[in-house]
């Protein structure tokens, strides 16, 4: 299941750096996660210093 965050995003950049298959980018206001591109592994949600990451 693929995760996507939410509007508690700080934009820190934790979570891509995280991320195993580079599946999320910065948006214009937060980051975002490809759902095509996650394979639900959850090391963005564990990383989310702000837990504004879940499952979709």
């Known amino acids: 299941m693929a995760y996507k965050i939410g509007s508690d ?3 820190c950049g934790t ?3 995280q991320c195993p298959v580079s599946a999320i980018t ?3 206001t937060q980051y975002n996660i490809s ?3 996650c394979i639900g592994c ?3 949600a ?3 210093p ?3 990451i ?3």
């Open 54 to 56: 879940s499952e979709e």
């Open 42 to 44: 959850g090391s963005c």
């Open 46 to 48: 564990e990383a989310c």
């Open 35 to 37: 759902a095509d591109e």
């Open 15 to 17: 979570c891509a750096d």
């Open 50 to 52: 702000v837990s504004a």
């Open 26 to 28: 910065q948006g214009d």
């Open 9 to 11: 995003c700080i934009s």
